[in-house]
């Protein structure tokens, strides 16, 4: 079966860092572009980064960009979200989906599989 499964999550004083796992199990990951959303209550889910099947192209929200770097591993299935100088406003459920298309599919939200989320929580 299936599975996306995120880790990382937790709270951190803004200007900091966190890194952000997801391990895929099944048929997913070799194939899938990988990415991350995120959201917060009582607003739309929101794409963050996502990265090719290769891992040569990457593609970035602006209020990410220069902050956060998405990169995997296809030999151990997971796809990590690392991410730098956080800032209050980055505090959100963050979530890992999978997409056979493209990275700009994914980063519509067309995502073939979705994770349960990871809290990341960021004080000031």
């Known amino acids: 079966q299936e599975r996306l499964v995120e880790s990382g999550g937790g709270l951190v004083q803004a200007g900091g860092s966190l890194r952000l796992s997801c391990a895929a199990s099944?048929?997913?990951?070799?194939?899938?572009?990988m990415g991350w959303f995120r959201q917060t209550p009582g607003n739309e889910r929101e794409f963050v980064a996502a990265?090719?099947?290769?891992?040569?192209?990457?593609r970035y929200a602006d209020y990410v960009k220069g902050r956060f770097t998405i990169s995997r591993d296809n030999a151990k299935n997971t796809v990590l979200l690392q991410m730098n100088s956080l800032k209050p406003e980055d505090a959100a459920v963050y979530y890992c989906a999978a997409a056979t298309t493209s990275t700009l599919d994914l980063s519509l939200g067309r995502a073939d599989y979705w994770g349960q989320g990871t809290q990341v929580t960021v004080s000031s």
């Open positions: 990265i090719t099947w290769s891992g040569t192209i990457t």
């Open positions: 099944g048929r997913i990951f070799s194939s899938y572009c």
